[in-house]
């Protein structure tokens, strides 16, 4: 999907790891509505995809709206990641500051 410019679906798609409610069905979690909508729209390409590596036609995607946000979250990228240990401990955003550092890697 990022290859062909659907970063949407690739970021949504990445954050979480899906959960196989049967050999069938696949269930996803992703973070609102939004990205369910944007989803179905191309989720023929996603279910073709799916199929043909997986070698099962029968297969399906269910997607839920996860309950919460900030468990099993994979971080994108490095700022993302520094997001969430300086909630945990904002002197980091204090040491930030006094040496100048960037997280933009």
């Known amino acids: 999907m990022k290859e062909d410019g659907n970063d949407t679906i690739y970021l ?3 954050k979480r790891d899906p959960k196989l409610a049967n050999e069938y069905v696949i269930i996803h979690e992703v973070d609102n509505q939004i990205q369910i909508d944007y989803i179905q729209t191309h989720i023929t ?7 043909e590596n997986l070698k099962n036609w029968g297969v399906s995607v269910k997607f839920s709206i996860t309950e919460t946000q900030e468990e099993n979250i994979k971080f994108q990228t490095g700022k993302d990641k520094f997001a969430v240990l300086a ?6 955003y204090t040491l930030q500051k006094l040496f100048n550092l960037d997280i933009e890697y």
């Open 87 to 92: 909630r945990k401990n904002p002197n980091l």
């Open 45 to 51: 390409e996603l279910l073709d995809f799916l199929r």
């Open 12 to 14: 949504a798609m990445k």
